[in-house]
Each structure stands twice: as C-alpha cells, then as structure tokens.
Nanobody, 119 residues
Framework: QVQLVESGGGLVQAGGSLRLSCEAS???????????MGWYRQAPGNQRELVAT???????TYADSVKGRFTISRDNAKNTVYLQMSSLKAEDTAVYYC??????????WGKGTLVTVSS
C-alpha cells in the first residue's frame, strides 16, 4: 500500500496564495512504482474534479479553471507533490485530495485537506 498525507490547507482571502503538500509513504517497491501524482478537489454538492497532474518525468496537465494560477511540482527524492495556488478565488473552495497512480494499476488517495477562500 501507499499512504498519502496532505497538508497546507486553510483559510485564505480571495487573491491570496496557499501551497499544498502531499507526501507518499510505503514500501520502496510501491513508492518507486508511482508514475502519476495529482491533485483533485471536491466542492460541496459537486463531483470530484481533476485539478492538476504530474508524471515522474515532470510532465504536467491542468484543468482549464486553474491554468495560469496553480502550479504542480514534484520532488521524487522526497516522494512529495506540491500544489502552489495563487490568485485564489471563492470558487476554488473545496477539499483537495492527493492521488497517486502506480504503473502496476494501484490507485491511491489521501484523506484530503480543506481550502476555504473568503471573498
């Protein structure tokens, strides 16, 4: 198994910034099998949606709604993925979840961290 622990959520005013972190832990074999890591979010009453992903080779994808405002990064040596969020809007308020996919089909989720943007 792989455990994912998110941190960095909180309350911020619109226009502000936050950085989320997600550290993966587990066996060396399973950690090294992780290919794609990403961030998803779920606002009250909405479905969980993709925010950004990053491959082991550091290729990234972003939801249109966050392009130019959010930056995903990854430190493979620390088994950690980050999400730098800037120019935050009220509609960014959600629980943010970390996700990791392994090359052998494993799909892992963290418990989530709440981001609240006040307008």
């Amino acid at each position: 198994q792989v455990q994912l622990v998110e941190s960095g959520g909180g309350l911020v005013q619109a226009g502000g910034s936050l950085r989320l972190s997600c550290e993966a832990s587990g066996s060396v074999f399973r950690i090294n099998s992780i290919s794609v890591m990403g961030w998803y979010r779920q606002a009250p009453g909405n479905q969980r949606e993709l925010v950004a992903t990053i491959t082991r080779g550091l290729s990234t994808t972003y939801a249109d709604s966050v392009k130019g405002r959010f930056t995903i990064s990854r430190d493979n040596a620390k088994n950690t993925v980050y999400l730098q969020m800037s120019s935050l809007k009220a509609e960014d308020t959600a629980v943010y979840y970390c996700n990791a996919n392994s090359m052998y089909g494993g799909d892992y989720w963290g418990k989530g961290t709440l981001v609240t943007v006040s307008s």
